[in-house]
């Protein structure tokens, strides 16, 4: 069983990182407070309630972006600094900006004259019907990172309070993109599983995922840890041991998954990632957000 060098991680750390991934790391391994996290986080918000300023590494301009608010909205549930001011005013964001019919859309024309990864292109719409459709990856983490705190505080379906509207309107929506899904890739599918591990109606999450689930042996996932190129491995659509997706693959191939990423690490402390490196800058802000991720998945399935 291969395990990480942790004290070699917090040296890359602290040599590359952003002060939020060392922030992250000093809450999760060193016993931090989770104060610094969430100052760390609030440093990209915006007035308008978003969150931009590369917070999410390929998207650099600075306005507000779906995929920024989720970042920093996984962030502050991830080191329990979950804070309600943050988190409404990134839900009256979504709502202001939420396609006909809910949701949040791919990236936000905003970015747009803004040094960008040359995937975040946003989706033009098309002719009368108005502006661009709902994405679901963009949809899918939003809907699962508010359900998973909603779970902790007591809020929403499962628990006492009310589901913000936005959240109540892309959770029906997800319901209707499984119910017919069709023609989708990897990363639509992660961030539909990442819904199904978070919202409260467990049966029905647990059906959605018997039936969607197999879609992804169909070229979408990558069972030897030692492919090549951009993939995806079991680890991306389960990374913990709750994950609704472990039923689709053998305790050895998440075992193999586990050992070749506590493996992976770099000989200077840190992991990197497998897609496209466009920007020196976003390349060293991905490893450190690399870095903290694998050693968080790690710990959650007892390897450091």
């Known amino acids: 069983m291969t395990s990480p060098d942790i004290e070699a991680a917090e040296q890359f750390l602290t040599a590359s990182a952003r002060v939020l991934e060392r922030r992250r790391f000093e809450r999760l391994f060193r016993g ?111 809907a699962g990172t508010l359900h998973a705190a909603g779970a902790v505080k007591g809020d929403g379906e499962a628990g006492g309070g009310p589901a913000h509207p936005w959240l109540s309107q892309a959770t029906e929506l997800l319901w209707s993109r499984i119910d017919a899904l069709a023609d989708v890739g990897p990363y639509d599918m992660r961030a539909l599983f990442w819904f199904l591990d978070n919202v409260p109606d467990r049966d029905r999450a647990r059906a959605a995922m018997e039936k969607i689930g197999p879609m992804i042996f169909d070229g979408m996932v990558a069972l030897d840890p030692e492919t090549p190129g951009e993939v995806h491995f079991p680890l991306d659509f389960a990374p913990l041991p709750g994950s609704l997706a472990r039923g689709l693959f053998d305790q050895q191939v998440i075992d193999a998954g586990l050992d070749h990423l506590a493996a992976a690490q770099l000989p200077d402390g840190g992991w990197t990632f497998n897609w496209m490196a466009w920007s020196p800058a976003a390349e060293r802000e991905w490893r450190g957000c690399k870095t903290v991720e694998a050693l968080h998945i790690l710990r959650a399935n007892a390897r450091c």
């Open 32 to 142: 931090g407070d989770a104060g610094p996290v969430r100052d760390a986080v609030a440093a990209y918000r915006n007035p308008d309630g978003g969150f931009g300023h590369a917070l999410e590494p390929d998207g650099r301009c600075p306005a507000s972006q779906p995929l920024a608010i989720d970042f920093a909205l996984r962030v502050l549930l991830e080191a329990g600094a979950w804070d309600t001011a943050l988190a409404d005013g990134a839900c009256g964001w979504l709502a202001a900006h939420a396609p006909a019919g809910g949701g949040a859309v791919f990236v936000e024309p905003s970015i747009e004259g803004w040094p960008h990864a040359p995937w975040l292109v946003p989706v033009k719409g098309d002719g009368e019907a108005g502006g661009a459709p709902a994405s679901p990856i963009c949809t899918g983490l939003l």
